[in-house]
T-cell receptor, first 110, second 114 residues
Framework: KNEVEQSPQNLTAQEGEFITINCSYS?????LHWLQQHPGGGIVSLFM???GKKKHGRLIATINIQEKHSSLHITASHPRDSAVYIC????????????FGQGTTLQVKP | SQTIHQWPATLVQPVGSPLSLECTVE??????LYWYRQAAGRGLQLLFY??????ISSEVPQNLSASRPQDRQFILSSKKLLLSDSGFYLC?????????????FGPGTRLTVL
């Protein structure tokens, strides 16, 4: 079993829909990252959080440390949101190593 | 501002040939540096990380090696490439400031070994 599990693996939505991507982890962490990878391969960091909730534009990320679970929400989805969304956890070490989930491929249709 | 460069962007190499991928970071000092690989259909995997010049830690036994000859330069190498070395290689950096450790990724190198 992977230490970081994401669901669903693939997601197709219609423009305007509310989207949720889930991430569960089994290791002790100091922080959790949500990343976005575009078709060309480039990766952008969306959020880094260790508790509670963060919001940036139409994106919202939440984390429940007790349940070892995080969610990424996209409100009013748009075709430009189509990408692979990756959850990664930072282990409790001084080097900041990340353990990555397999990613969720999102396609938003117009 | 900080930037991270990787080259080349794409590379096609025959099996058994050597490899050298370079990553450089600008605008920061003494960063932690990382090499990741993303094989087709798989998630990102940490290959090497470095907390300083000449300090390299390997996460996974493999056909690759890494070196950090300068503070902001990180090199991924192989003496003889295998087919299984094909993938998308990403370099990343971070700076330890208390608990802050956001990682910033380079544009990546897509390697195809034939």
């Amino acid at each position: 079993k992977n230490e970081v599990e994401q669901s669903p693996q693939n997601l197709t939505a219609q423009e305007g829909e509310f989207i949720t991507i889930n991430c569960s982890y089994s290791v002790g962490i100091s922080a959790l990252h949500w990343l976005q990878q575009h078709p060309g391969g480039g990766i952008v960091s969306l959020f880094m959080l260790s508790s509670g909730k963060k919001k940036h534009g139409r994106l919202i990320a939440t984390i429940n440390i007790q349940e070892k679970h995080s969610s990424l929400h996209i409100t009013a989805s748009h075709p430009r949101d189509s990408a692979v969304y990756i959850c990664a956890v930072r282990t409790a070490s001084n080097t900041g190593k990340l353990i990555f989930g397999q990613g969720t491929t999102l396609q938003v249709k117009p | 501002s900080q930037t991270i460069h990787q080259w080349p962007a794409t590379l096609v190499q025959p099996v058994g040939s050597p490899l050298s991928l370079e990553c450089t970071v600008e605008g920061t000092s003494n960063p932690n540096l990382y090499w990741y690989r993303q094989a087709a259909g798989r998630g990102l995997q940490l290959l090497f990380y470095s907390v300083g010049i000449g300090q390299i830690s390997s996460e996974v036994p493999q056909n690759l090696s890494a070196s950090r000859p300068q503070d902001r330069q990180f090199i991924l190498s192989s003496k003889k490439l295998l087919l299984s070395d094909s993938g998308f290689y990403l370099c990343a950096w971070s700076v330890e400031q208390r608990s802050y450790n956001e990682q910033f990724f380079g544009p990546g190198t897509r390697l195809t070994v034939l």
